[in-house]
């Protein structure tokens, strides 16, 4: 069993900055994945960064290419999300996600654990 606890949402102005971080705890993390998804009202939860837990890897949505950036912290077991440059269509309950294979995949029904989520709010 795997336990994910997200932080760092908020409010913030259009063109600031937030940063995501996700608590993995439960289990030893050494060969497999961690993606960001996010989900806004009458949305379906989209792809946003993931990351391969041994060699770094990282993959990102088009959508927050250059502004985005993920990376891990393999000794406190942590992911982060860095998010610049946000915009109003940023906003949605962000989501942290494992998946036992070291695979980043775009797909959230291939994820085997999830996060309760974190509030952004975007203002213009």
């Known amino acids: 069993q795997v336990q994910l606890v997200e932080s760092g949402g908020g409010l913030v102005q259009a063109g600031g900055s937030l940063r995501l971080s996700c608590a993995a705890s439960?289990?030893?993390?050494?060969?497999?994945?961690m993606g960001w998804f996010r989900q806004a009202p009458g949305k379906e939860r989209e792809f946003v960064a993931g990351?391969?837990?041994?060699?770094?890897?990282?993959m990102y949505a088009d959508s927050v290419k250059g502004r985005f950036t993920i990376s891990r912290d393999n000794v406190k077991n942590t992911v982060f999300l860095q998010m610049n440059s946000l915009k109003p269509e940023d906003a949605a309950v962000y989501y942290c996600?494992?998946?036992?294979?070291?695979?980043?995949?775009?797909?959230?029904?291939?994820?085997?654990?999830w996060g309760q989520g974190t509030q952004v709010t975007v203002s213009s």
């Open positions: 990351i391969s837990w041994s060699v770094g890897r990282t």
């Open positions: 439960g289990r030893t993390f050494t060969t497999n994945a």
């Open positions: 996600a494992f998946r036992k294979s070291g695979v980043v995949l775009t797909t959230s029904t291939l994820y085997d654990y």
